[in-house]
Structure formats: C-alpha cells, structure tokens
DNA sequence: TTAATTTGACCGTT
DNA sequence: AACGGTCAAATTAA
C-alpha cells in the first residue's frame, strides 16, 4: 500500500505541474514518469516477493517440514482440501507496453525465454519464461506473457511461483551451502528500489505523454475504486484509475502506465491477501 | 564461444 | 483427441 500511496502522490504531483512553463517543467514530469515506471517494477518484485511469503508462512503453520506428504495432519483449520493438481502461486497483472514498445516493461527479474504457444480463441500467441538462474540457483520463478486482445499495447503477466535467486550471484566460488531454501533478499529488493527511484540517466528519457491529465485522486477515493475504465484511450496516452479493492476480489487495476491489474489466485487456505493488506 | 531465442516435438491433463 | 505447458535441437545474437 505503501508502494501505491508513492504512485497516488507522483499523480497529484504530476496534475499540479499540469498547466504551467513547458521547459524545466519537462525535466520534472519526466522524473514523475521514471517515478512511476520504478514503482510499477517495485509493486512487481514485492507482489511476487509476499506471495511466497504467504506459501511459506502457511506451510510454517502446519508445522511440517514436508507439508505435502504429511500424513499425519490433523484438521487445523477448516481445511477445504482441494487436492487438485495446480497447486501453484499465480499472480496475474496487466501492463501496458514500455513507450512504444513491443514489449511489456522490465519487472526487475531476468528472464529466459523457452516457449511460445498459439492459444485457442485468442489474438497472440503465449510466451513462456523462466528465470536466468534456474540452473545456477535452482530458482524456479516463471511467468507468462501474451499480449491482449483487445489493446495491443496491454500484455497479460502471469508470475508463477517466487524467485529463490539472488539477483547478483556469479555462481559460488566454491559448492559452499546452496541457498536452496532462502528467502528472496528483502533489502536488494529496498535497494535496487531506491536507487531507481534517486537516479536519473539522462540517457533514457523518451517524450513525456502527459500521463494523468484530469480527475485527480485524493486521499478520499483512496481505497474505493474511481477506475475510469475508459475505452476511448489513444495510443501511448493513459489516464488515471486506481481500482483497489481487496476485501472481496483481491483485485488491484491502476492505470498509471503500467500496471493496469493485477489479480492473485493461490490455492485455498494458503493465503489470505487481506491479512497481508492489513 | 557462450548465451539467448525460435520452433516443432513431446507429454501430461482434461 | 485437443489443449497448453515444457523440452531441446537448431538458429541467432552477444
């Protein structure tokens, strides 16, 4: 919420500088534009980051070491075992393009392409991704990425499963004890957050489009849903929306650029999204 | 030469 | 049998 409350603000500020001088106000709408951008990738890392947080924390509270072949488990909870197969961490967001790109914007992890499907009924085919370090580190994040039917500037992300990898590890130097089973690094993450939000690579600045140009959201409509679901929407041109509700749909939908949705789907009883907005 | 992508085959589910 | 997810050989990029 913390994350989301940045991007409320960077939008108010981006109204104000609405209709003033058009030079050095260029230089600070760009930096609201870079703000967003590295709060989009920062919701991204942190989403994938508490969902595996809530798989493990729930396995903590069965007190098995082996929760899947524990036979000996009492009912703890009123446990609606759904034994079906997927049992997996799904986190399902819709992003919009990067400025004229062909392609969804960097979420902060990298990727390793291996597969591309047409799928049945749809426009695009699905592009299948795993992460770098799946055999390095044994990380076994994937995620999903088919491009929307309706916009094709709107790309449908599926993250499954959580990244166990330490983003700068060159390989161990010696087979020390493998971080099979560490948690991802909270501070990197901080970090890396930081740092994009403060710098300021005068290298990749496209033109600014004027992102948020009316209906600014306050503190008052923090929280419910004003989502303009617009379908009016030029190219390149995005307009404000910040669709938040949880208790019911566990559904957030931002308009600011990027993320547009994001919905998660975890097995039931294995994670409870609301605790976690508390 | 290594790493990443492409693309049809393969295979488990439904 | 069809669908969708993954594998892996061939190809391309770094």
């Not at 058009?22 to 709408?29: A, D, F, M, N, W």
């Not at 609201?32 to 989009?40: A, F, G, L, V, Y």
């Not at 580190?137 to 599926?158: H, N, P, W, Y």
């Not at 930081?194 to 600014?216: C, D, G, K, M, Q």
Request: aromatic share 6%; glycine share 6%; charged share 20%.
């Amino acid at each position: 919420m913390e994350l989301s409350n940045i991007m409320n603000l960077v939008r108010q500020l981006e109204v104000k500088l609405g209709g003033s001088q058009t030079h050095t106000l260029e230089v600070c709408k760009n930096l609201t534009k870079q703000i967003s951008c590295s709060t989009q990738r920062s919701i991204s890392l942190v989403t994938s980051y508490y969902l595996d947080a809530g798989r493990k924390r729930s396995a903590a509270d069965a007190a098995a070491p082996c929760p899947l072949s524990d036979a000996s488990d009492a009912p703890f909870k009123t446990t609606k075992k759904r034994k079906t197969a997927t049992e997996k961490v799904k986190n399902q967001m819709r992003v919009r393009s990067a400025a004229g790109g062909d392609i969804p914007a960097d979420d902060g992890h990298s990727w390793r392409k291996y597969g591309q499907k047409e799928i049945l009924g749809a426009k695009h085919p699905r592009s299948y991704y795993r992460c770098t370090h799946r055999h390095s580190q044994g990380c076994m994040a994937t995620k999903q990425v088919q491009r929307t039917d309706e916009d094709s500037t709107l790309f449908d992300v599926i993250y499954i499963g959580a990244h166990t990898c330490v983003q700068n590890a060159p390989a161990a130097a010696t087979a020390g004890p493998p971080p099979e089973e560490n948690l991802p690094d909270v501070h990197s993450l901080l970090q890396s957050l930081s740092s994009n939000l403060t710098s300021t690579p005068a290298s990749l600045v496209p033109e600014l489009i004027s992102p948020f140009s009316a209906a600014p959201s306050t503190s008052e409509n923090w929280g419910v849903s004003p989502a303009t679901s617009d379908s009016n929407q030029q190219p390149g041109v995005s307009f404000p929306a910040f669709e938040f509700e949880v208790a019911a749909g566990d559904v957030m939908t931002f308009e600011f650029g990027e993320v547009v949705s994001a919905r998660a789907d975890v097995p039931d009883d294995e994670f409870d999204i609301s605790s976690f907005f508390a």
